[in-house]
């Protein structure tokens, strides 16, 4: 081996963020003029987060039926045009779902294969708030429960799971 050569390919970090800025960026333009605003951002979660701004009980009279503090996030998006507010959490869930995937070991080309499987882009276009849920497995189990428990059809085995094995490490102490 010669001097100065480079055994193995390197991408300099900033072209790294260049890249997935210029990514996202192009997943919140097709989102924002090519998708349809969908009926679950528009008649349910900003309708309820905008009632929670008010004052007023996000769940009368709206099919809104997860816990309120999954409505806390949303609030800054909530106040911005639909198609707009639209679009950033299109964006976002797609972020929130491969950083996740990234965080948990997956490989790039995993990662690209799940952000493009017929779930995920399910997520994208119905602008749920599923997005919050893969966070919770991020964080300690004491704040992650309070994401998983979101949409408890998807998050209540782990939290089961979490309770069995704080009971197993430490008795009722350390599950409460």
């Keep these: 081996m010669t001097s100065g050569t480079i055994t193995k390919t390197q ?3 900033k072209l790294k963020i260049l890249f997935l800025f210029s990514i996202t960026l192009l997943v919140f333009l097709i989102i924002y003029f090519f998708l349809p605003v969908r009926t679950h951002w528009i ?3 900003r309708p309820a987060t905008l009632r929670i701004l008010s004052g007023r009980n996000p769940y009368d009279g709206i099919n809104f ?29 797609l972020f929130s779902f491969g950083y996740t995937a990234f965080k948990l070991g997956a490989k790039p ?9 017929p779930i995920t882009l399910y997520n994208l276009i119905q602008v749920n708030v599923d997005w919050l849920i893969p966070w919770g ?16 059809q ?23």
Excluded: C, M
């Design 109 to 117: 080309l995993t990662i690209f294969f799940f952000l493009t499987s």
């Design 43 to 45: 008649e349910i979660y």
């Design 65 to 93: 039926f997860n816990p309120p503090w999954a409505l806390i996030p949303l609030i800054p998006i909530a106040i911005l045009p639909e198609k707009l507010g639209n679009a950033i959490l299109g964006t976002i869930t």
């Design 137 to 152: 497995l991020l964080l300690p189990p004491q704040i992650g429960l309070f994401f998983i428990l979101i949409k408890p």
């Design 11 to 13: 991408i300099h970090p």
């Design 154 to 176: 998807l998050g209540a085995f782990l939290a089961l799971y979490w309770f069995y094995d704080s009971w197993k490490k430490g008795g009722i102490r350390l599950v409460f």
